[in-house]
């Protein structure tokens, strides 16, 4: 059964164009110009995801009320913020309100599938029972390829896709430094030097809040990251 | 020249202030003058009235004999030892009479007590004759005949004079007399009973060369008689006398000018002034000048012939205003005509010391110059003193705008800002240039973010438009204009993301958390990262201490170190080598970057750290000057500075952080 997707976003020109690549890719996909008629078509039936604009209209912080009141519907909905607003501030705000992920509208529409697609693939993993083969074990970490989800002494650690991602490609070759472009890929996002940096600091504040001694991942200043295994 | 001078200038104006005083003086002691010259001549012709009562008294012009040839009998108030001598005389030398001798001038003076006339005559004589050169005094009461008393003497010494009448040649013992030699002359010295003589007196000197020749005969008057001799009439003086007050002098005269009564003195000053002669000599700059004082004294000769004098004669009142430079000394005299008709009998002189006009202006005098140094200090000193507190104001505020716009702490209060003067004025409208600079910096800060923010939107369209298009089906020619679309789309997304660099940064240094880390490591590591990034730039890392425990972001800092060699790389050559160095200081680091390469141009060495100010002239659109931007954004956030300067053939930029960041 083909996915539903709700685009929440007042610049009609990016949602048709969105509209016209999802549908391409199979999904159905309603747009939604602001909030109150987002909310007021959701009432019957939610969709399989939401992609949400921050600034709707007038309604500047529209995107966060509508994120909020969504995750109050339902906690294992997918909700993707796509906005023009690049602050660490803002993208910290979306992701503490449960969004899934914040991508700003610099991504490709390539990149912007491959994540959607990633996010549904996680949530019918979920609904499976676990498989063995997708495990990979370094030490303390475990990381679940097909849920994508990731587990430190075996307490999970709540990452967003990209900080799966990121996380993934460095301990998957425990040793070697993968320099920004290679994270960068490994994340599907085009990401400058500080968000990478700002993503890191995030994973590490994570795994520190399970564990205050972690210090697997390590600067290798000038070059990029790498994963220490014991 | 600065404020302090000008108003030290403005404050010479108080000099006027002892001027107008001066004038003040001036025109005081005009006045007072003036009013006690009033006052003297009202009395002067008080007097001349009184007088008229006794007018028989006065001595009756004759115009049968000429005014010079008479002779004035001084008053003597002691009495002359008969010597020859004229020095015990109660006289000044000046009061002896001068005619005309053969051999050279004879000087003789007429005096008298009460009982008896005494005579002095010096005569120049070349050749003395005994027995034959003689001194005759003659005399004569007209109508009666004349008289002659002659003095020669066989020697020097006391002489026997002989008194010729209508009777012939008689020796007069009542007469004492005396001769002296002198060199070139000889002197007689007589006393004679005033009996003896009458109203009348001339002196003849009869000289001789030889006891053979007959002896030339010089008068002292013009004509074959004597004319009638002046001398003090008591009557008058008595009569004058009620009238004279302290420090006051009386003179009567006939018509001629003769001096027939006196009374009174001029008190001498009180010189307790003299001992400042500063003042002294201001006072006679300032004070209008007078004649002579010696001018007012009574004339030796007995015969008053100053200019006030014959004007009175001439039957006008009139005063005269003396003043002795030497000692300060002023007298005011007035006269006035005693008349009985049309005739005039003679003159009322009186003239009074100005002792109390002049210590009066002395006085004020003094304390005006006191006063007036004083005032010219005070405000000279409150003038300097005001002046300097301005320019300390005014230099305090240019300062501080200064120092606000090269510290770009454009929002500190500035000094005198609630002052309610113009210098407050100023400063507040200081502070206001300031604040809207301060606003328009922060708007272009913001300018970059805010552009990109608000770009990535329609970039967004135009890119997952473009994306869709790729889906469609496409001919060639436009597979290579979406392609070329796509590129350009690209350039532009990279372009927004390198302008919302800044905020970024900014972001992260307020919610950087420091950390502990090797700078010398970091800085090693990196310079190795760079040989790779930069195959054709030679790096090198020079460092001069073992270890360098640093506070802060290394990751923030290897942005700034990326845009400071990423600025060298583009600025050098093929082949050059970039140096970064690490050497550590109290309490700082010093990181430098150097490249050879042409020099920073001056114009911008003041603004090259600025949001949007590039080096590269254009030629290259990637750089929108935000890079150095960016460094210094970090270097401050870290507490520190970032500064660069033309080196010996390059350029090298100097980065100093402290050791350990400050607690924000």
């Known amino acids: ?230 | 020249m600065n404020l302090r001078r000008q108003l030290l200038l403005v404050s010479l104006l108080t000099l006027m202030l002892p001027w107008a005083g001066c004038e003040f003086i001036r025109e005081t002691e005009i006045a007072l003058r003036n009013g006690q010259q009033e006052i003297l001549a009202g009395m002067a012709r008080a007097v001349a009235s009184s007088l008229r009562q006794h007018r028989e008294e006065f001595p009756r012009r004759d115009s049968a004999f000429s005014v010079d040839g008479q002779v004035y009998i001084h008053k003597l108030t002691s009495r002359p030892e008969i010597d020859g001598y004229f020095d015990d005389w109660p006289l000044a030398s000046d009061s002896l009479r001068s005619m005309r001798g053969t051999d050279g001038p004879v000087h003789f003076a007429v005096g008298s007590d009460e009982q008896a006339v005494y005579l002095y005559v010096s005569v120049s004589d070349r050749n003395v004759v005994y027995g034959k050169d003689e001194v005759v005094l003659v005399s004569s009461s007209p109508p009666e005949r004349q008289e002659a008393i002659a003095f020669k003497a066989e020697a020097p010494g006391r002489i026997l004079s002989t008194k010729q009448t209508q009777y012939g040649f008689a020796p007069e013992p009542t007469i004492s007399a005396w001769w002296q030699d002198v060199p070139g002359g000889y002197h007689v010295e007589a006393r004679i009973p005033l009996s003896q003589l009458g109203t009348n007196l001339g002196i003849s000197v009869i000289n001789t060369d030889s006891p053979e020749a007959a002896g030339t005969r010089s008068n002292s008057y013009i004509g074959r008689f004597p004319g009638p001799a002046r001398q003090e009439i008591s009557a008058l003086m008595r009569a004058a006398a009620n009238h004279v007050q302290a420090d006051m002098r009386l003179i009567i005269t006939d018509a001629d000018g003769w001096r027939i009564g006196r009374s009174g003195q001029l008190g001498s000053r009180d010189d307790g002034t003299q001992s400042s002669r500063l003042i002294r000599r201001i006072y006679d700059l300032l004070l209008e000048e007078g004649d002579e004082a010696t001018l007012a004294e009574p004339d030796p000769l007995g015969r008053e012939r100053q200019p006030y004098v014959s004007t009175a004669l001439e039957g006008g009142e009139s005063g005269a205003w003396f003043r002795s430079s030497d000692t300060g000394k002023a007298v005011i005299a007035v006269t006035a005509p005693v008349t009985v008709g049309t005739e005039t009998l003679g003159a009322v002189i009186l003239q009074q010391g100005t002792d109390a006009i002049l210590s009066l202006t002395n006085e004020g005098l003094s304390r005006l110059i006191y006063l007036t140094l004083v005032t010219t200090l005070v405000v000279a000193g409150t003038l300097l003193g005001y002046a300097t507190w301005l320019s300390r104001r005014i230099r305090a505020l240019s300062i501080a705008a200064e120092e606000a716009l090269e510290g770009e702490d454009l929002s500190t209060a500035l000094p005198s800002a609630l002052a309610n003067d113009e210098v407050g004025d100023l400063s507040r409208s200081f502070s206001w240039v300031l604040q809207q600079l301060g606003e328009y910096n922060a708007y272009l800060r913001s300018l970059a973010s805010k552009l990109s923010h608000e770009l990535r939107t329609p970039l967004a369209i135009v890119t997952s438009s473009l994306e869709n298009l790729e889906h469609e089906p496409l001919n060639e020619a436009s597979l290579g204009y979406t392609a070329r679309a796509r590129e350009g789309a690209d350039r532009l997304r990279q372009i927004l993301s390198a302008m919302s660099e800044a905020s970024r940064v900014e972001e992260l240094m307020r919610n950087a958390e420091p950390e502990r880390f090797d700078l010398r490591a970091v800085l090693d590591s990196i310079t190795q990262a760079y040989g790779d990034a930069y195959a054709g730039r030679v790096f090198e890392f020079n460092c001069d201490v073992d270890a360098a425990a640093a506070e802060g972001s290394p990751e923030l800092l290897i942005q700034m170190l990326d845009k400071l060699v990423d600025n060298a790389v583009d600025f050098s050559d093929d082949g050059d080598t970039i140096s970064i160095s690490l050497s550590g200081t109290d309490g700082n680091f010093e990181i430098t970057v150097s490249n050879p390469g042409p020099p920073l141009p001056e114009r911008m060495r003041s603004q090259m750290f600025d949001s949007m100010v590039s080096m590269r002239g254009g030629k290259d659109s990637k750089h929108l000057g935000l890079g150095l931007y960016v460094a210094r954004l970090i270097a401050e956030g870290h507490g520190g500075r970032i500064s660069a300067d033309n080196t010996d053939g390059g350029v090298c930029f100097t980065v100093s952080v402290p050791r350990s960041m400050p607690s924000q």
């Open chain 1, 1 to 230: 059964m083909a996915k539903r997707i709700a685009i929440v976003e007042d610049e009609a020109a990016i949602r048709d164009n969105y509209t016209a690549a999802f549908r391409r890719e199979g999904y159905l996909v309603d747009g939604y110009e602001a909030r109150q008629p987002a909310l007021d078509a959701f009432e019957g039936r939610l969709p399989d995801l939401v992609v949400i604009d921050i600034n709707l209209k007038d309604d500047v912080e529209g995107g966060f009320e509508l994120c909020r009141e969504l995750r109050a519907r339902s906690t294992d909905l997918p909700i993707i913020f796509l906005t023009a607003r690049d602050s660490e501030f803002d993208a910290v705000s979306g992701l503490r309100l449960g969004a899934d992920d914040y991508l700003t509208k610099d991504i490709s529409l390539p990149h912007l599938m491959a994540r959607i697609a990633a996010l549904f693939r996680r949530l019918d993993a979920m609904q499976q029972p676990q498989g063995k083969e997708a495990r990979l074990t370094r030490g303390d970490l475990a990381i679940d390829t097909e849920r994508m989800t990731i587990h430190w002494q075996d307490q999970a650690v709540g990452l967003t896709l990209t900080e799966f991602w990121l996380v993934h490609a460095l301990a998957r070759y425990p040793g070697h430094v993968k320099n920004r472009q290679q994270l960068m890929d490994a994340a599907q996002a085009v990401l400058d030097d500080n968000t990478i940096t700002s993503h890191i600091k995030r994973i590490r504040r994570k795994f520190h809040a399970i564990d205050a001694g972690f210090d697997s991942i390590e600067t290798v200043y000038g070059m990029g990251y790498r994963w220490l295994s014991d």
